[in-house]
C-alpha cells in the first residue's frame, strides 16, 4: 500500500515523464499547417461537397513525439468526407482522392504506394494519413448522422464498403477522459463550400490521455525491432479509455487501465473481438484473426508493461523509470 507521499511523488514524475512525451510546438504548428493546405487541395479540387476532419492520436491527444529524430513515426491522420457521395462506389470514393492528391506536384512525391484503407503522404518528421470517406446516411451532421462508409482495398481493382465514426468516437473518448455521460452536441454549422475541421489543441492533457501516452512509447520501446507485430495505437486507445475508473492518480490510473484492460476483449470461437464502442460493427482486433501472432505479442507486451509500472516502479526509484519509457 502506497503512502499518500509515494503516490504524489510517482504521480509527478510519471506526469513529466508524460509532458516529454508530447511533439514540440513546432512540430504540432507544422503538422496543423500541412493538415489545412492538403484540406484546402482536396476540397478546392474535387467535385463533391468536401469535409476535412482530424482523427487519430493528435485529434484526441495522445499523440507521443519519435523515439529518435531519424524516425517519422507521428502521424496526423484526416478524413476526407465526399458529403454528397453516398452512391459512389467504394472504388471509386479512393480514386477521387488519390488522383486529386497526384495533381499536385510535391503531394506526388510525397504520395505512398495506395493503402488497404488510406492514402498515406510521407513528410519531413511525420506523416499524414488520410482516409478517403462518404456518409453512410442520407446526410451528414451532427448530433445524429455521422457514420461514414470508407474503402477497403482487398485485391488489385478489388474494394469493399467498410464503416466507422471517427466523429462520435472523439465525443465518446472525451466523456471518458472525466467519467462524464456520454453528450453528443449539436453542431449547428452548415457550409457549401469545404469545411476543414481545426484540430483541437490540448494545453493540460488529463489523467488519461498521459496514461495512454505512457504506454504508446513502452509500447514503442518494447516493439522497437518487431514492427509488424506492435499493437496498433486505437487498441490501446479504446482498451485503457473503456478500462479508466476516473482516478484521479496517474500512478493508479495506469496500474488500474493495465489490469483490467483484459477484461474488454471479446473471444468467440477462437476469434478476437475489440469493438468500437460507438460503431459496433467495427472490429479494431480485426488483423489479430488473420494473424494470431498479432494477439500473442499484445499479451505478451501487457505482462510486461504491468511488470514495469506496477511491480518495478512499485519497489525501485522512480527516476528508474525515465529507462523504461524514455529514449
Not at 9 to 27: K, P, R, V
Not at 51 to 66: A, D, F
Not at 211 to 224: L, S
Amino acid at each position: 500500500m502506497l503512502s499518500d507521499d509515494q503516490r504524489n511523488y510517482y504521480d509527478t514524475l510519471l506526469s513529466n515523464i508524460a509532458d516529454e512525451l508530447n511533439i514540440s510546438q513546432t512540430m504540432m504548428e507544422k503538422a496543423i499547417l500541412s493538415y489545412e493546405a492538403v484540406g484546402k487541395w482536396l476540397g478546392d479540387g474535387i467535385d463533391y461537397e468536401v469535409k476535412i476532419e482530424p482523427q487519430g492520436s493528435m485529434n484526441l491527444g495522445t499523440v507521443v513525439r519519435p523515439l529518435s529524430e531519424a524516425d517519422s513515426d507521428y502521424d496526423l491522420d484526416l478524413i476526407c468526407l465526399l458529403k454528397d457521395g453516398q452512391n459512389l462506389r467504394a472504388f471509386d470514393i479512393k480514386k477521387l482522392v488519390g488522383d486529386r492528391l497526384r495533381a499536385h506536384a510535391e503531394y506526388r512525391k510525397k504520395l505512398d504506394k495506395e493503402g488497404k484503407r488510406c492514402w498515406t503522404m510521407d513528410y519531413d518528421g511525420f506523416h499524414m494519413d488520410i482516409l478517403p470517406c462518404v456518409p453512410n446516411d442520407r446526410i451528414y451532421g451532427s448530433p445524429c448522422s455521422t457514420k461514414i462508409r470508407l474503402t477497403h482495398k482487398t485485391g488489385v481493382y478489388s474494394y469493399e464498403d467498410r464503416f466507422s465514426d471517427p466523429h462520435r468516437y472523439r465525443l465518446w473518448f472525451q466523456s471518458q477522459m472525466n467519467k462524464r455521460p456520454f453528450v453528443i452536441i449539436q453542431d449547428s454549422k452548415y457550409k457549401a463550400q469545404t469545411e476543414i475541421d481545426s484540430v483541437p489543441i490540448y494545453n493540460k492533457r488529463s489523467v488519461l490521455q498521459k496514461a495512454i501516452q505512457i504506454m504508446k512509447r513502452h509500447r514503442d520501446k518494447y516493439f522497437a525491432d518487431d514492427l509488424g507485430n506492435r499493437p496498433i495505437s486505437i487498441i490501446i486507445t479504446t482498451l485503457a479509455a473503456i478500462a479508466f475508473n476516473g482516478e484521479t492518480s496517474l500512478y493508479n490510473a495506469l496500474c488500474g487501465i493495465i489490469e483490467r484492460m483484459p477484461n474488454y476483449i471479446h473471444t468467440a470461437y477462437g476469434r478476437y473481438y475489440i469493438y468500437n464502442p460507438v460503431a459496433q460493427e467495427e472490429n479494431f482486433a480485426e488483423k489479430w484473426n488473420l494473424k494470431p501472432e498479432k494477439a500473442e505479442a499484445f499479451y505478451t507486451w501487457l505482462s510486461r508493461i504491468q511488470y514495469d509500472i506496477i511491480t518495478f516502479l512499485g519497489k525501485k526509484d522512480m527516476a528508474l523509470g525515465n529507462a523504461l519509457i524514455m529514449v
